[in-house]
């Protein structure tokens, strides 16, 4: 990272991560070029995501060709000007992981996996979800990713008197 003192930990990372809706996941085809797209992930400990999709398709096509994907998510990006210098520049809180991405096949697992993005993103109505998996779980792939590396924190923040905040400095 060029800018040291804008890196967070692990932990800050991880709470980007959680909070941004989409992370997007990019992976290699097997002709060697690169894919991307933001996924509705879902985070159940230290080391493991789940997305779900459909049976076949580009991003299984990819998987099964190389396993390595990079996450990356940002959250509250602002457009900012500078307010010591008056220059262009943006706030952020940023995230990057490197993991193993790999097709859940154990049926048992496949469910947690569905819950847990299901938890994430529809709490409220989670009374509906075993009638959900009665009518998609067989039409339906879920990948786990497990990381491979501690994910990476990125921040760059002004705090109320327009001093950037640096590594280790919280609001």
């Known amino acids: 990272m060029r800018k040291a003192s804008r890196e967070m930990d692990a932990a800050f990372a991880f709470e980007v991560l959680d909070k941004a809706p989409y992370v997007t996941v990019s992976m290699t085809r097997p002709d060697g ?6 996924l509705s992930l879902a985070r159940t400990d230290e080391k493991t995501f789940y997305f779900h999709c459909a049976l076949e ?13 990079f996450l990356s998510a940002v959250t509250r990006c602002a457009p900012t000007v500078g307010p010591k210098d008056g220059s262009f520049t ?6 990057t992981a490197v993991g193993k991405a790999e097709i859940v096949t154990d049926r048992d697992e496949k469910i947690a996996g ?21 009518l998609s779980l067989e039409r339906t792939a879920v990948v786990k990713i497990t990381l491979t590396e501690s ?21």
């Open 33 to 38: 070029t690169p894919y991307g797209l933001p």
């Open 57 to 69: 398709g580009e991003k299984l096509d990819c998987i099964a060709h190389c396993h390595t994907v």
């Open 90 to 95: 943006l706030q952020y809180k940023s995230a």
């Open 114 to 134: 569905l819950k847990a993005i299901s938890e994430r993103f529809l709490p409220h109505h989670m009374d509906a979800f075993d009638d959900a998996i009665a």
């Open 151 to 171: 994910p990476v924190g990125k921040r760059k923040q002004y705090d109320k008197d327009g001093e950037e905040m640096k590594w280790g400095r919280m609001e």
